[in-house]
């Protein structure tokens, strides 16, 4: 009978222990009013409205920002700490950009223990956080934040440190979920409504900028580079004298005395004539507009001649010319390298086998925004997997296929349907591009291409083609250390171009231009238009 009750009673316990375990930590659904539970910022500085407002077409409520280009603070304190030193904990939260996001933060800060006697009115930029997460944007800004501030064991001091190439904000005015899943083996998953867009360690220097382990270490400070290091790897050779032959001042170009006048040639014609069928207009006034004069055009006779008006010799390059003379360049024999000061240990190092991260408080949005219609909604801390998923597949997914409908809809009156999200898709796809690690330099170009095809949808094509110019610039710069093979010198019977190609030519770097030029002045064939010989 003792053996039944306590297997009675293990089940209920092991059974309370599940449905403690599916709990979320904290969930804020904002079906209620948030005043009396979300404490708004008393700081002169946040004049931004908060609102208990439903989502556009839905009957879901949330937290609205309700005016642009204001500053906004809110808290909410937890009953008790959630610790984020043992097992995984998922922070989850939903936002809708509802009037999109040009300038702006959509993220929230996780708050950890303040000082005894804090009051949450004043929570500003400056209370200090554990974790901040979310969606920012503005200018070359556009990511998924997540930063984590940690203690240095050794100096006690706060360090951020940045996740490294972090996802791209969706460009969308719909509902999104941002999900962070920290795990007990220090790996760290960001997810954005569900699919995951990035996987970090948090002790890998690969991730987080700057690492959360210090370098063994350091450049030491006080070392000095001795006054008689040379870091020259040449130098002018000083035994080197300048050719007794070697004239200076010989100019680059001189008369091609040898050039002859082309027959056919009309001395006496000019380039261009008036216009004979131009008349001068009826309401034309000299008095007022001034001496009415025809408009000018090319001359028909110098079509068919060689050229017309004064023939001139033409340049040519000179055989004497050797310009400034210079010393060769030689070994230096007293190089000693790129003086670098000699490395110390790092008084900051530590080692660490998982991050001393600090509890979770609070949640505070604190964001400056140059616009309104931000709505967050949801949020989540959990340390189940599955109940983050199970909150997003209740409240997000019913929410966003209503949204995604409506959108096809908008865009299919509009009659740009099949056209509208293939472009969407395309989008999407550029967005993971600038994301590659390996472009992270130019990102912020790559971003600003693509931010505006959004505005205009007609250049798609376009902006296609400027990212993959940049990323075969960039695999270019890889393999061929960004030098470009020279182009090759054409015959002077293929010297003339249709104007397309000439257009295409002048769009070159101007390396290559100078190069093109100066091929041109060696194969062109004479100009008809010129008053010199070519």
């Not at 070359?140 to 240095?152: A, G, P, Q, R």
């Not at 100019?251 to 056919?264: F, L, N, Q, R, S």
């Not at 050229?307 to 007293?334: L, R, S, V």
């Not at 010198?489 to 030029?517: I, L, M, Q, R, W």
Request: net charge negative.
């Amino acid at each position: 009978m003792m053996g039944g009750r306590a297997l009675l009673l293990l089940l209920v316990s092991a059974l309370l222990v599940q449905i403690r375990a599916s709990d979320p930590l904290l969930y804020e659904p904002f079906d209620e009013d948030f005043e009396g539970r979300w404490v708004v910022s008393a700081k002169g500085d946040y004049q931004g409205v908060w609102k208990h407002a439903k989502s556009d077409g839905h009957e879901d409520y949330g937290l609205l920002v309700s005016e642009k280009a204001r500053k906004y603070a809110i808290i909410k304190e937890l009953d008790e700490p959630v610790t984020l030193k043992d097992g995984t904990v998922v922070l989850q939260f939903e936002v809708r950009l509802q009037n999109g996001l040009e300038c702006g933060g959509a993220y929230l800060k996780y708050i950890r223990p303040q000082d005894a006697g804090w009051d949450a009115k004043e929570f500003d930029n400056e209370t200090p956080y554990t974790i901040m997460f979310g969606p920012d944007k503005c200018g070359s800004t556009n990511k998924v934040h997540f930063i984590l501030k940690h203690k240095n064991p050794k100096t006690g001091k706060y360090v951020e440190h940045h996740l490294k190439f972090p996802p791209s904000v969706p460009y969308d005015k719909l509902s999104h979920v941002y999900t962070a899943i920290l795990k007990p083996d220090n790996e760290v998953r960001i997810l954005v409504d569900g699919e995951e867009k990035k996987k970090a360690n948090f002790l890998s220097a690969d991730d987080f900028e700057p690492a959360l382990i210090p370098s063994k270490t350091i450049p030491d400070p006080d070392d000095k580079k001795p006054e008689d290091w040379d870091e020259r790897a040449k130098i002018p050779d000083p035994d080197a004298v300048k050719p007794d032959d070697w004239d200076e001042d010989a100019p680059m170009e001189i008369v091609d005395e040898e050039a002859t006048k082309p027959e056919g040639w009309l001395d006496d014609e000019p380039e261009e004539i008036d216009d004979p069928e131009a008349a001068k207009p009826e309401d034309w006034d000299d008095e007022e507009d001034g001496e009415w004069e025809a408009p000018k055009i090319d001359n028909p006779k110098c079509e068919e001649a060689p050229g017309c008006g004064e023939w001139k010799k033409p340049m040519k390059a000179n055989p004497a010319y050797k310009g400034k003379w210079h010393a060769p360049m030689i070994d230096n024999p007293n190089y000693k390298g790129i003086w670098k000061p000699q490395e110390i240990p790092n008084p900051e190092y530590f080692e660490l086998d998982k991050p001393d991260f600090d509890p979770i408080a609070a949640i505070g949005i604190e964001i400056w925004t140059m616009q309104d219609g931000i709505l967050f909604d949801n949020i989540l801390i959990a340390d189940d997997e599955k109940v983050a998923t199970s909150i997003l597949e209740k409240t997000w997914k019913p929410k966003y296929a209503v949204e995604k409908e409506k959108e096809k809809a908008e865009e299919a009156a509009a009659g740009a349907g099949d056209l509208s999200e293939f472009q969407k898709k395309i989008f999407d796809a550029l967005y993971k591009i600038a994301d590659v690690p390996f472009l992270a330099p130019y990102k912020t170009k790559i971003i600003d291409v693509i931010e505006k095809g959004e505005k205009q949808p007609n250049l798609t094509i376009g902006i296609l083609v400027s990212v993959a110019v940049v990323i075969v610039t960039v695999l270019f710069r890889i393999l061929f250390g960004g030098k470009k093979p020279a182009a090759p010198v054409k015959p002077a019977a293929e010297a003339k171009k249709p104007k397309a190609a000439a257009e295409t030519d002048a769009a070159g770097s101007s390396g290559d231009k100078e190069e093109k030029e100066d091929e041109k002045e060696e194969t062109a064939a004479p100009r008809r238009r010129s008053r010199r010989e070519a």
